[in-house]
Nanobody, 115 residues
Framework: QEQLVESGGGLVQPGGSLRLSCAAS????????MGWYRQAPGKQRELVAR???????NYADSVKGRFTISRDNAKNTVYLQMNSLKPQDTAVYYC?????????WGQGTQVTVSS
């Protein structure tokens, strides 16, 4: 059974850093495009960053230059390095795996940026 498990969220001060991890199991990880989405209270879920099976990345304009997505196919894990965090980055962050019409979501991890 396919499963995505996020970790690494928490409370951080503005300007700080966090690294999120998403461990995949039950799937042929390397063929999936992997993404990080977030959803703040009262807002729609939005794409933060995405990495294809070939390693091509794209980012939301709001995080370009601050966030970096990467993947380790040997560990079936995708990462999101978040630097220079801002209060507006506060949200639940979700991991997503997609291959053709096969899609899976993690349960989410809370990121709170506050002093």
């Amino acid at each position: 059974q396919e499963q995505l498990v996020e970790s690494g969220g928490g409370l951080v001060q503005p300007g700080g850093s966090l690294r999120l991890s998403c461990a995949a199991s039950g799937m042929f990880f390397s063929i999936y495009a992997m993404g990080w989405y977030r959803q703040a209270p009262g807002k729609q879920r939005e794409l933060v960053a995405r990495i294809t099976s070939g390693g091509v990345t794209n980012y939301a304009d709001s995080v370009k230059g601050r966030f970096t997505i990467s993947r380790d196919n040997a560990k079936n894990t995708v990462y999101l390095q978040m630097n220079s965090l801002k209060p507006q980055d506060t949200a639940v962050y979700y991991c997503n795996a997609r291959w053709v019409d096969d899609e899976h979501w993690g349960q989410g991890t809370q990121v709170t940026v506050s002093s």
